[in-house]
């Protein structure tokens, strides 16, 4: 792998990755209703998404879902992680350990279906959830992003210094008291990557929230995904440069917070 | 500091100690019951229910299946299940077809995606330092942005007279437009475009481990770079290639949007089979067989692979 | 005032001295694997006691049980008169030293230190005040407010060092504690440790591998191997008289040489051995005729010479097949007629002496006293 193959693979690669969304971009300002052919500069796909109820309303949904399954994925994911590294013999430790995987390499259709199944069970039954919507997703969020958090937190458990904790047992400290004092601060960068992580998995996910959503509670994949299947919109390339943009500020921010805690780092 | 003293001095914290002291519970066992009811409800429990209800027939009515138990007209309660949706699954060669096409479309998927990552992995992985952490986040950045979205970004290059069409006629090169989207084609792009930083990322990081001293020491030895390349890294890359093929096999064959919007009509994939049977035809008791049987077909072997590999890694 | 120390007082010498801790019948299983098997062990106030043994051998295993980490499988644990088999870690009078130091990365070295005394109930001024003080006593006052990865390996191992000391401890347990020092550090530091033990007064157990720090640092050693204590004892008592094979192997070099009993008299015992021949050790009581022992001589205890010592009744004819000049001393491996290579050593007391060199042929000699007879 030398010359001229290695630099040229590498370059079609990753035009092969971009070229996609940068012309997502482009005809994004495009003037005439024919995505792809160009008819002049214009803004007015913007201007139409921002008058789209539906869309805008969908995106409420989706950022609410998105919060809330994150916060619930970190608690539920945290705690799997935390028991599986630090108890070593408790009944139904093997049942845990592979429930707590197993969503990771679960079709999203069968976990989408089985949820859904099991909360209409539990409505004829129980009675509870009264019909689908905003619950439903995030309970359906939650199993499955706590999954990628559990990963994310017991690698980070495994490599911590487990004499940390030791230590501050040993200096008085309850059980309780070292988990929140030492445990919980050592861990929170992993932490916040798995609700980003999470945060984003949610906000992503179509399949599993098309099956357990229902009537007055479409995400905004829901509402993407019934508008493209018609084929191509312009005022989806306008949400798509909205969200990309958001993405690249997001990115660039954290870069500049990453460069500023290492110079302080080396300080 | 201070959050962990606040907390375990408040009433409420206290007052459920002493609760759960009086009931003989530990804290140790609220901290394990906490995830594992979640998951034995939300997970656990919902195969049962799945597993129940492909047992039943589909009706016209609010749920649209029947129920396990059922008054008999002499009053005595029956259990109403059959395997008739399974004997179905058997007998209906799509369903055959469908799995099997699945595998195929996944396996080709996963095949391209090394092709195509192996390369910008070993490239990132041998990259001098500024350069190599802005190429990485260069291959996660799409993955952060809407994967719907760079679904759809596709199909505006794929169209007809989308990007790739117009572009070739404009230079002379075909005189038609080709067909791209709606093809088996089509379904491969999607599947690699969207799973590529699965590929790239596991073996950026076995192939950064890789000895540089290993490489000097066989060229030192009189191997050229190519026998180099394939009798020292490949091999040792080896356990990076299954990683990332994993990861991109594994969403691949369940895959819904993107053989629903690049693929074809003929495009037959389970996962788009499973939606169909249950948006479209509201057979929620043979959409439930078809997962059960995807699950024991398709899902227990990875499992099954996946420890496996975890054991071996443990070595 | 200094506090009565017991590397003066020698408590484990006189008869009924009340331990301060007291460990009977320890034994730790993890599985198939037995980590410390049926150790007892007393400790005296104001002691610092060195458990010394390879890595595996137990002696980390028995710290942590000590420390409340682990409990016993077995047996039972006293400090201070107070059984410890229901106190968990963080009610225990003991501090604990970690090899890895393991300073909370999130909270300055202040803070650090603080943290025990924080838990014991102290306002945070009165906290802050002390810890400021012990963070005086390890010279470490100017660093107080930076992050433990701001700080060098030899001030990391001292806030440790602070912050286990700090709440005044009963018993303070130290694994390792200066293993991830450099050689020249570890002998300052090995000094300083002894300082501040006998300033505070505070019973001291040390783990290490290390023989050199453990004769340095201990008022007594115990030397552990495959969970069990082989031997306890003074620094000199481990090194002039092991009591088994092992011990005398283990701490320093020594020349080991098997025979069995032939003949005693009252101030001179009889060994006949196929590698040295007869050899004369001091009577020994409890050994009978023909029983198989093990005589062990320290390099030093030999005396090398050009010509036979006159009267000597351990002598041997041999040839010198290395020598290495050290400076204050020079070593020999000596090939004696039976085949057998002895390990010797010589202080150079004179410069200008003309010292016995290689290839030459050499008589080696030995009182009986400074063979040391054993059984195992």
Known sequence: MRGWFLPMAVALGFIFLYAPIVSLVVFSFNESRLVTVWGGFSTRWYGELLRDRQILGSAWVSLQVAFWSANLAVIVGTLGAFVLTRFNRFTGRLLLTGMITAPLVMPEVITGLSLLLLFVSMELTLGWPAGRGLTTIVIAHTTFCAAFVAVIAQSRLRQMDESLEEAARDLGAGPVRVFFDITLPVITPALVAGWLLAFTLSLDDLVIASFVSGPGASTLPMVIFSKVRLGVSPDVNALATIIIGFVLIAVLIAGWLMRRALRRGFQ | MSAGNALTRSVPWRGTAWAMGKLGLSGRTLVIAIPMLWLLVFFLAPFFVLGRISLAEAIIARPPFTPLFDRAPDGSLEIIASLENFRFLIEDALYRNAYLSSIRIALVATIFALLIGYPIAYYIARAPEPRRTILLLMVILPFWTSFLLRVYAWMGFLRSNGVINNTLISLGIIDAPLRMLQTDFAVYIGIVYTYLPFMILPLYANLTKLDGALLEASSDLGASPMVTFFTITLPLSLPGIVAGSMLVFIPAIGEYVIPALLGGPDTLMIGRVLWDEFFSSRDWPVASAVAIVMLFLVVAPIMWLQSIQNRRGMD | ?376
């Open chain 3, 1 to 376: 005032m200094q506090p009565a120390i017991a590397a003066d007082t020698k408590p484990w010498r006189s008869e009924g001295a009340e331990p301060f801790i007291s460990v009977r019948g320890a034994t730790k299983r993890f599985g198939d694997f037995t980590a410390v098997s049926d150790v007892d062990l007393d400790i005296y106030k104001g002691e610092l006691f060195c458990l010394l043994g390879e890595s595996g051998c137990g002696k980390s295993t028995l710290l942590r049980m000590l420390a409340g980490f682990e409990s016993p499988t077995q047996g039972s644990i006293r400090i201070d008169g107070e059984d410890m088999a229901q106190v968990p870690p963080d009610r225990r009078p003991t501090n604990m030293m970690f090899q890895s130091y393991a300073l909370f990365p999130h909270m300055t070295v202040e803070k650090n230190v603080a943290y025990g005394l924080l838990r014991e109930g102290l306002k945070k001024s009165e906290a802050f005040a002390r810890a400021g003080e012990m963070l005086r006593m390890v010279k470490l006052e100017k660093q107080a407010k930076r992050k433990p990865d701001q700080l060098s390996g030899g001030q990391r191992q001292r806030v440790a060092l602070a912050r286990s000391l700090v709440k005044r401890p009963k018993l303070l347990l130290l694994d390792e504690p200066l293993g991830a020092l450099d050689k020249k550090l570890r002998e300052e530091t090995q000094f300083e440790l002894i300082k501040i033990q006998e300033t505070l007064g505070v019973t001291f157990i040390v783990v290490t591998h290390d023989q050199d720090e453990a004769m340095t640092l201990a008022t007594r050693i115990g030397v552990m191997k495959d969970g069990i204590i082989e031997q306890i004892g003074e620094p000199r008592e481990i090194y002039e008289t092991p009591n088994s094979r092992f011990v005398a192997d283990f701490i320093g070099t020594v020349n080991l040489f098997e025979g069995k009993v032939d003949a005693a008299a009252p101030d001179m015992m009889r060994l006949t051995t196929p590698d040295l021949g007869d050899v004369m050790v001091p009577p020994q009581p409890d050994l009978t005729r023909g029983q198989q022992v093990w005589g062990a001589v320290r390099p030093e205890r030999f005396a090398i010479t050009r010509e036979r010592p006159e009267g000597a009744v351990n002598a041997w004819r041999g040839h010198v097949e290395e020598m290495g000049y050290i400076g204050h001393l020079s070593q020999y491996r000596v090939r004696l007629e039976s085949g057998m290579l002895i390990r010797a050593s010589q202080s150079n007391r004179l410069r200008d002496e003309d010292p016995i060199s290689w290839d030459e042929q050499v008589w080696l000699s030995l009182a009986p006293r400074a063979i040391r007879v054993l059984t195992r």
